[in-house]
């Protein structure tokens, strides 16, 4: 079992910046990818950022919405991802989902993931 753990959500004004973070335990070393969805009210959870997390380089993907304004990083030491999110915007008001998963390429879908955390409330005031 993996536990995730996300911090860092909250409100925002437009324009503005926000950094979340996502720390893992339990078997944290079977982790090979991880990644950030969101589900805004009333739509389907969506791919937001990605990172693998294994070796030591790191492969990235992002979605097309946040490309440019978000980045994904991560400390192997401390089993945590990190999303630093630039120019916000009211579209990317959400729940945002840390996910984990143990595939040997790293996917955009959530059924790439096995676990979840419990999300954390962002929300950009226009």
């Known amino acids: 079992q993996v536990q995730l753990v996300e911090s860092g959500g909250g409100l925002v004004q437009a324009g503005g910046s926000l950094s979340l973070s996502c720390a893992a335990s339990?078997?944290?070393?079977?982790?090979?990818?991880m990644g950030w969805f969101r589900q805004a009210p009333g739509k389907e959870r969506e791919f937001v950022a990605c990172?693998?997390?294994?070796?030591?380089?790191?492969?990235?993907h992002y979605a097309d919405s946040v490309k440019g304004r978000f980045t994904i990083s991560r400390d192997n030491a401390k089993n945590t991802i990190y999303l630093q999110m630039n120019s916000l915007k009211s579209e990317d008001t959400a729940v945002y989902y840390c996910?984990?998963?143990?595939?040997?390429?790293?996917?955009?879908?959530?059924?790439?993931?096995?676990?979840w955390g419990q999300g954390t409330q962002v929300t950009v005031s226009s």
């Open positions: 990172i693998s997390s294994t070796g030591t380089g790191s492969t990235t």
């Open positions: 339990g078997r944290a070393a079977s982790i090979t990818n």
């Open positions: 996910a984990s998963g143990d595939r040997p390429v790293l996917l955009t879908v959530p059924v790439g993931y096995d676990y």
